[in-house]
């Protein structure tokens, strides 16, 4: 039995990406308590907090949120904090992580890599004067560059003149207090993809459809409300052709990221067919029964909840025990396989 303690922080407030709310991170805890290891939820509001964690020494520290925030002080990004203590910990380098936290550093990143990201610009009150100034012509999309769970981002979001484009980066930057990310509109399908590297160099792949309900215009946002009345479907993608494409993308941009352990890639195509990165996911959302990387896992593979959290700490547990490294050879993709095989993974010991 191994020692794992959970953190995460006070969360409702925060627009960032993480495991979600207490009752998500409690869902965490029962799972890793019926796979039958030793753990704690610590919700942690100062370095004291985080300093009992260290005295503690746990096998695995597992990371629901990025950072916490504190009053007058630079926020403890917990990456950082358990890397510089020695601490084992879930998840990706904070210098990996801020690919999630700032949407345009991951996009111009992978642009610079030849990854497919849609055209963009940053946009705040007053800069534009006129619709012929903008560097993309109408339609755009209009979204925060460092919100998740579809913060800020509504019917308004898509906008096809600019006293529509001026109102919007007035609200958005009135809320958020940052440059606004402005985007070519991608009028095609809407994807996320699911991917955990396991302990033996694998990865488990899960992509997923997702369809919004349509709006009064005829649109189909995947926004704030909906993501919080689940009332978008969640579907497997049938045609091999468009699953083929998605899934390359996203693992292109998952290994040029140099994301450890598990992320979420969300990916947007045109009526063309071209497929694009929009974001990526390294705090997943883990609410039981809703959030996109268990229910990815579930569509695709048949995968429990137990199951999906149990292969997200394989290589954390694995980096925990002494053992002999593995031999070096090709990275291998899970995309479809049985199902007890990969429930078998995280049970695979390397003496």
Not at 23 to 48: F, M, P, T
Not at 91 to 118: C, H, P
Not at 258 to 286: Q, T
Not at 306 to 317: C, F, T, W, Y
Request: proline fraction near 4%; aromatic fraction near 8%.
């Amino acid at each position: 039995m191994l020692k794992i303690e959970i953190v995460t922080t006070q969360n409702e407030s925060l627009c960032e990406t993480g495991f979600g709310s207490l009752k998500a991170c409690n869902s965490v805890l029962d799972s890793i308590e019926r796979i039958g290891h030793d753990v704690k939820l610590n919700i942690c509001n100062s370095k004291r907090d985080l300093d009992s964690i260290v005295k503690n020494n746990p096998d695995l520290v597992v990371l629901a949120v990025k950072y916490i925030s504190l009053q007058n002080e630079n926020d403890i990004w917990l990456s950082d904090y358990f890397h510089r203590h020695g601490i084992n910990f879930t998840g990706s380098s904070r210098e990996v992580l801020r690919f999630d936290s700032n949407k345009i550093s991951a996009k111009i990143y992978l642009a610079n890599k030849g990854i497919k990201t849609a055209k963009y610009f940053t946009a705040i009150p007053e800069q534009y004067q006129c619709a012929s100034e903008l560097p993309i012509k109408f339609p755009l999309f209009l979204k925060p560059t460092d919100a998740a769970n579809g913060n800020g981002i509504d019917d308004l979001s898509f906008v096809t003149n600019f006293s529509e484009f001026e109102s919007k980066v007035l609200s958005l930057y009135s809320r958020f207090s940052s440059p606004v990310l402005v985007e070519e509109y991608l009028d095609g399908r809407e994807f996320t993809v699911s991917i955990i590297n396991t302990q033996n160099n694998e990865l488990i792949i899960s992509p997923i459809e997702i369809v919004p309900p349509e709006s009064k215009n005829g649109l189909r946002i995947l926004g704030q409300k909906v993501k919080s009345d689940d009332s978008e479907e969640l579907k497997s993608i049938e045609d091999d052709e468009i699953k083929n494409a998605v899934i390359k993308l996203a693992i292109n941009s998952f290994m040029t990221l140099s994301v450890r352990d598990f992320g979420r890639i969300d990916i947007r195509a045109n009526k063309a067919g071209d497929y694009f990165f929009i974001e990526a996911n390294l705090v997943p959302g883990m609410t039981y029964g809703s959030s996109y990387f268990p229910k990815s896992c579930e569509i695709e593979h048949a995968l429990t909840y137990d199951e999906v959290i149990q292969l997200m700490l394989a290589s954390g547990l694995c980096r925990a025990e002494p053992k002999i490294p593995l031999k070096s050879g090709s990275q291998r993709y899970l995309t479809s396989s049985p199902h007890t095989t990969l429930h078998a993974a995280p049970h695979r010991a390397v003496h």
